[in-house]
């Protein structure tokens, strides 16, 4: 059964740039899905980080000091991983060159 065609010079024509097509998709895959691993990564150690500082011991409800505490926590954490991946792409864009 044929996959791109039936003569041989179409066939050969077609699979490099269906290839290439592929071969495209699968990194843009990979792409999105290590973005998405690395987010989660983000919001555990954020979630767990920040509810060992602010939450001591639990209770049936969340105080409005730890409310607070988990709150800064949280933004403390998003600011410095922005600082950090402007820089990181920074530097990556500055060793492509």
């Known amino acids: 059964m044929a996959l791109f065609g039936s003569s041989s010079a179409a066939s050969s024509a077609a699979v490099p740039t269906s290839a290439e097509q592929i071969k495209k998709q699968l990194k843009e895959q990979i792409s999105l899905e290590l973005a ?33 505490c988990t709150s800064q926590c949280l933004e403390k954490y998003m600011r410095s991983w922005n600082v950090i991946s402007k820089a990181y ?5 500055q060793e492509k060159q």
């Open 89 to 93: 792409i920074a530097r990556i864009q």
């Open 36 to 68: 998405v691993a690395n987010a989660t990564e983000l919001v555990n150690k954020i979630t767990q980080n920040c509810f060992d500082k602010c939450i001591q011991e639990p209770q049936d409800q969340i105080t409005s000091q730890q409310s607070t």
